[in-house]
């Protein structure tokens, strides 16, 4: 029943009338290659609810980045549509896709992609260049989105003068800067060590605390436990879609392995 809100009493002991801010119906993306058709979404039917947390899990080549570029209005379906906010996407000008591609949702991508020379500072204040906010204001926010990822005291450094973990964490910050209500998150801790990727899943859950719908995509049935609800995908279709019982807190987790490791970095 992927057209349905959510109803119940949520994992978080939140709202149970959250309204649905995102939607796919229906979509399809068939690549052409040459001679050959790939067709890697064969009709998605999701609905996500406001200010929840889902898992998008799948195996390699089941479409979970297709889709997400989908949802995320940074690809088009071949068919069926999205629906942000109730408003459909295919009905909206080229400046209103823009706009919610700039205001509404954050994308953190499965490689950081950051741009190599360019500070973290400068990295996170760039979807703010594409939004047209001023100089100092760019500054201001990257800067405070760079304090929220614990990152305050990195601000000049280099992607290739941070670690994995920080280079996540800078790409979350970029996500974050235009204070969107969604976050679209793919495999973000894919590349990293169990304690950066705590750290990651940490930052996610505090969003989603603070009312940011999350949606993340992994391979990992323990991070995706921390969402409340994992969603299923297999050959471009859905195929599962549960809550989930006991949602894993990954400041818990964060702290568990400090303690184990003596209060620092292992
Ligand atoms: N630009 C493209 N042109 C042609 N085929 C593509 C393109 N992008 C993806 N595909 C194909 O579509 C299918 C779904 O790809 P997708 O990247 O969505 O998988 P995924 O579930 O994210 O996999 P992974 O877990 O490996 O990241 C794959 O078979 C892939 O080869
Ligand atoms: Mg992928």
């Given amino acids: 029943m992927g057209d349905m809100p959510e109803m119940g009493e949520g994992v978080s002991g939140r709202r149970d009338d959250a309204r649905v801010i995102l939607e796919a119906r229906g979509v399809t993306k068939c690549y052409h290659l040459g001679e050959v ?15 929840r947390m889902l898992s998008l899990m ?6 979970k980045s297709t889709l997400m570029h989908i949802i995320g209005l940074l690809d088009r379906p071949t068919e069926g549509s999205v629906i942000v906010e109730g408003e459909e996407v295919s009905r909206m000008s080229p400046n209103e896709l823009a ?13 950081f992609n950051l741009l190599a020379r360019t500070s973290a500072l400068a990295n996170v204040e760039l979807p703010l260049v594409y939004a047209g906010v001023s100089g100092s204001e760019r500054a201001r ?8 990822v614990g990152l305050g005291d990195r601000l000049g450094h280099l992607p290739n003068q941070l670690s994995g973990g920080e280079q996540q964490r800078v790409a979350i910050a970029r ?4 204070e969107p209500s969604i ?6 801790t894919g590349n990293l060590d169990s304690i950066s990727g705590h750290e990651v899943m940490a930052i996610l859950q505090e969003l989603n605390i603070h009312g940011i719908t ?8 323990s991070v995706a436990r921390h969402a409340e609800r994992i969603v299923r995908i297999r050959d471009g279709l859905v195929v599962g879609d549960e ?14 392995v400090a303690e184990e490791t003596g209060g620092g970095r292992a």
């Fill in 214 to 221: 999350v949606v993340l995509v992994t391979h990992d049935d």
């Fill in 243 to 256: 809550r989930v019982t006991e949602r894993i807190s990954a400041a818990d987790q964060r702290d568990a």
């Fill in 58 to 63: 799948g195996p390699s080549g089941s479409g």
């Fill in 37 to 51: 058709d790939v067709h890697a979404l064969r009709g998605v039917d999701l609905s996500i609810c406001d200010g």
């Fill in 141 to 148: 926010r990257a800067r405070e989105a760079l304090e929220r």
């Fill in 175 to 178: 996500a974050l800067v235009t």
């Fill in 183 to 188: 976050v679209l998150a793919d495999e973000p």
């Fill in 99 to 111: 706009a919610v591609r700039n205001h509404r949702i954050g994308f953190v991508f499965q490689s």
